[in-house]
C-alpha cells in the first residue's frame, strides 16, 4: 500500500468512526479524542486529516450521505422507473441500522443548521443533491413514458417533506406509522400525479 492509500485509509477509517460516534452521543458530546479513540488512531493523527470538529462533522455528513442508496447507481434501462423511485424512498427512510444511522446524522445537523452558517449551507446542499435524486427517477419515468409529465421539482419537494415527517415517526418508534405505513403513504401522495400503481412496488 503507498503513503496516498494508506492516507486516504485512515481518513475512512476515521470518517466511519465520526459518523458511528456523532450518531450514538450527539455532536455536541463528541471531542476529537473520542473519534480518535474509536478510529484507532492518534489525536494528532485525526487533527493532520480534520482541523476542526466542525470540519470532521461536515466531512462525516458528506461521506454518509455518499453511502446512502448505492443500489440505484447504474440501473439498467430493464429495471422500471417505478422501482428505481421506490429503491430512492427506501433509501430516504430509516429502514436498516445503517440508515437509522445516516438519520441520527441528519437530525444532528438540522439542529445544528439552526445556529451555524456552514452547517445550513451544507443541510442545503445535500438537500438539492436529494431533489436531484427524485428528480432524475422521475424524468426518466417520463422519458419512457412509463410516468405521467409532470412538475418534477413540485414533486421532489413532496417526496422528501414526507420522506423527512414519516421518517421522524420511524425514528421515534411511533406506534401508528410502521415502514409499510409510512412508504405506502408516500406512494399513494405521488401516484397520481405520476399516472401510476399506487400499491407500493417490490425492491
Known amino acids: ?21 456523532i450518531a450514538d452521543i450527539g455532536f455536541e458530546n463528541v471531542s476529537m479524542r ?6 484507532g488512531v492518534s489525536k494528532a493523527l485525526l ?8 470540519k470532521l462533522f461536515a466531512e462525516a455528513m458528506t461521506h454518509s450521505f ?3 442508496g448505492t443500489d440505484t447507481e447504474g440501473v439498467p434501462d430493464s429495471v422500471s422507473s ?9 433509501s430516504m427512510l430509516p429502514t436498516d441500522a445503517e440508515l437509522r444511522q445516516d438519520w441520527k446524522l441528519w437530525q444532528e445537523l438540522w439542529v445544528r443548521a439552526q445556529r451555524d452558517a456552514a452547517a ?8 438539492d443533491q436529494l ?7 422521475v424524468e426518466r419515468g417520463v422519458r419512457s413514458g412509463e410516468f ?12 422528501l417533506a414526507l420522506c423527512d415527517g414519516l421518517g421522524i415517526r420511524l425514528m421515534l418508534d411511533d406506534p401508528r406509522v410502521d415502514l409499510a405505513t409510512a412508504r405506502e403513504t408516500i406512494w399513494r401522495a405521488i401516484a397520481p400525479t405520476l399516472g401510476i400503481d399506487p400499491r407500493f412496488p417490490e425492491v
Not at 473520542?34 to 478510529?39: I, Q, S, T
Not at 417505478?82 to 427506501?90: D, H
Not at 431533489?131 to 427517477?137: L, S, Y
Open 1 to 21: 500500500m503507498t503513503k496516498a492509500e494508506r492516507a486516504l485509509e485512515t481518513r475512512e477509517r476515521i470518517l466511519i468512526a465520526a459518523c458511528e460516534v
Open 34 to 39: 473520542k473519534v480518535a479513540e474509536h478510529a
Open 47 to 54: 487533527h493532520y486529516h480534520f482541523d476542526t470538529r466542525e
Open 66 to 68: 455518499a453511502q446512502t
Open 82 to 90: 417505478s422501482v428505481v423511485l421506490a429503491r430512492i424512498l427506501r
Open 120 to 127: 445550513r449551507h451544507l443541510a442545503v446542499d445535500l438537500y
Open 131 to 137: 431533489h436531484a435524486w427524485v428528480g432524475g427517477a
Open 148 to 159: 405521467a409529465a409532470c412538475d418534477v421539482a413540485a414533486l421532489g419537494t413532496l417526496v
